[in-house]
């Protein structure tokens, strides 16, 4: 039962009452309109009883609702405020609908006035432009991402911060909301990265990450910088066939700019971290070029490498110089051998070989026959000296 039909129902009862009660105090009614009057006022009485018992449960419910709303907002404001980092709700815009307090100290800012800004607007105004391109990026991707930014909290100094960001999504018909957590990068990360001239962390680009097997899309305007894991670099031969121009670790720049091949293709071999270089920056600064030539040199000195083991006739030559090279680019020492760090699979190294998988697979049966190769638990390569 509804509110408006109730309330009809009782104003109909009302009305109804007035006039019995009327009529008896007149005398105008007779003896057995009198006796059934009765009756009917009982009858009227216990429906009144009754709706009045279903509007107490529904009352009594929709408090036992709110309360139990309001102890779970609770909880969920305990639970926000007790993680030590800055957290954030924000819609896709980057609009904050939550904050908890260590976000308001963080960006010194009233924590109930954040509610309403944009998160861009502590952004410091040279990474704004970048910000917010990463920020409708996320929408495409369903995973956590991982960015490096420089933050200008209100009448505060600028600083550089960790980011981790993920897309919340929910039904069809609901907005997408993003999840944060900003984290200050202290002054010992910051001595660390002094320390290391090879490295771009402390610069502010953004920072991403992507998953083994994935595609990494590739603008002629930016420049990739590995942080961290490996991107497989591919073009194709004139009659269709996958061949490997390069393997980009830890440091290695690529990117279209970098290339004069008219098709050319990235893919990560393991859960890889990236950062993303304007191209018109690293034109314009002395410093940046400085970070990035070693590397790009490094590369060059890889395809050429590359290049040679092509030229080679025999698979098993390609096979066993193409390892070699890998030793040398991924290898980490261990007990009985060189144990490549990331996982390669057989079709990996067919594309490197220019050859069939089933080549590569047979060819590597032999050496582990010959006892000069081995895999690990994990299916890792291990070289044998």
């Known amino acids: 039962m509804n509110a408006t039909a109730f309330t009809q129902q009782i104003k109909a009862m ?16 007779p003896p057995a309109h009198l006796s059934a009057a009765l009756p009917e ?3 009227a009485f216990e429906r009144l009883q009754v709706a009045a018992e279903i509007l107490y449960q529904q009352n009594e419910q929709l408090s036992l609702a709110d309360q139990t709303v309001k102890a779970e907002r609770q909880r969920y404001q305990e639970l926000l405020e007790f993680i030590p980092e800055a957290c954030l709700l924000t819609d896709a815009a980057g609009i904050i609908q939550e904050a908890n307090g260590v976000a308001g100290k963080l960006l010194n800012f009233p924590q109930s006035l954040l509610i309403g800004k944009s998160l861009t607007t502590f952004v410091t105004h040279e990474m704004r432009q970048q910000f917010q391109v990463e920020l409708q990026r996320l929408q495409e991707r369903p995973w956590k991402q991982e960015w490096q930014v420089r933050l200008q909290p209100v009448q505060g100094v600028a600083f550089d911060a960790n980011v981790l960001v993920e897309v919340n999504r929910h039904t069809s018909n609901q907005p997408l909301t993003l999840r944060w957590l900003l984290r200050q990068l202290s002054d010992r990360n910051q001595v660390q990265v002094a320390e290391q001239p090879d490295s771009n962390t402390n610069v502010g680009y953004p920072l991403q990450v992507y998953h083994k097997g994935e595609t ?3 603008n002629p305007q930016t420049i990739w910088q590995v942080c961290s894991g490996l991107v497989k670099l591919t073009t194709f031969s004139p009659n269709g066939q ?14 279209p700019s970098l290339s004069v091949l008219p098709f050319y293709e990235a893919t990560a071999l393991a859960d890889t ?18 970070r990035l030539l070693p590397a790009i040199s490094q590369r060059l000195r890889q395809t ?15 096979l066993h110089n ?9 290898g980490q020492p261990v007990a009985d051998g060189t144990r490549l760090s990331i996982r390669l699979t057989h079709e990996d190294l067919a594309t490197a070989c220019c050859t069939t998988r089933v080549t590569v697979t047979r060819l590597l049966r032999q050496l582990q026959q010959q006892k000069k190769l081995s895999v690990d638990s994990r299916h890792h390569l291990i070289l044998k000296a």
């Open 216 to 218: 990494i899309p590739l």
């Open 14 to 29: 009302s009305d109804r009452l007035v006039d019995l009660y009327q009529g008896i105090n007149t005398f105008s009614l």
């Open 273 to 290: 971290k990236l950062w993303c270089i304007p191209l018109s920056e690293f034109l314009t600064s002395p410093e940046l070029k400085q």
């Open 41 to 43: 006022l009982g009858i």
């Open 304 to 318: 050429e490498s590359l290049l040679a083991i092509y030229g080679q006739s025999r698979v098993t030559d390609r």
């Open 322 to 330: 193409l390892l070699q090279l890998l030793k040398q680019e991924l």
């Open 242 to 255: 996958q061949v490997l121009v390069g393997l980009a670790g830890a440091s290695a720049p690529f990117g």
